[in-house]
């Protein structure tokens, strides 16, 4: 089921989609996200995103990124570890992130974090990145899973998304009559930055505040400090740091 909002741009709520579309929509934007990341464009991603997660990371042996896209994020907290693996389900992004990004102390894999923790018998790192990627994961909780699972006990984890109170208000679907705050969905538009429209779909999901508080506490990664980050040209907290602890 989807419903159309009215005017651009043009977006729907969906109740879900699955990883093989969301899969495809990220292959086929990863060239364009290199681009906008890499010219600058992207404000939030190099100025807001970036130094936050940078901010809270400490130096470590083994880091993951779950949900590299192209690796430009990788690379960048690669610095503060011996080893650093991304993982993404998006062949094209990884393919990029293996040309662009790629350093002797990293390693990209083209696959989901569900089939990464699934391949492994025992948890290997002692921190993992998160830039909104748990927001484009159709299954939050096995997303939130498999990222505990490759976590030693003690490990950091430190994920960004949408702050799901603004985000909507920011890409104007809040006022569509079916929103509803307090379940989730599939939200499919164009995707867009502060500078640059596309005609590209991209999809991510709403979830409540509680369902990623809750979701993170049930697989062991309960949130010990949030942080709301804003960006330029919107007046509300535009995403969500959460940082959390494996127990
Ligand atoms: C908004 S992009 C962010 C990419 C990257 N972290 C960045 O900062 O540019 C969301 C990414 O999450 C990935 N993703 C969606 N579901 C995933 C899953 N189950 N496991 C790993 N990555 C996933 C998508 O393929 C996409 O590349």
New binding site residues.
Partial sequence: MSFALLGPPMISLRKTKS?SR??RE?DAIAGL?EQQ?SSGKDHS?NHV?APAILDELTAVDCLV??????G??TSRVASRAKIAVG????RE?IAIAQTRHASPSITYHA????EYAHRRSRPRFDAAI????A?????LE??FS?SRRILKRDALFIATVPHPCFWPLYWGYASDPKFDYGKSFAVEGEFKIRKQASDML?T?FHHPLDRYMSALEGVGLPVTKVRELSGRGFKFPRFLLLISRAV
């Fill in positions: 990883l969301i899969t990220w996200r990341i991603a995103l990124d779950v949900g590299c896209g192209t430009w994020l993982l993404d389900p998006s992004s696959e989901s974090i569900e998160s830039n909104m990627a927001s484009s994961a159709p299954d096995a997303f498999g991209t991510h």
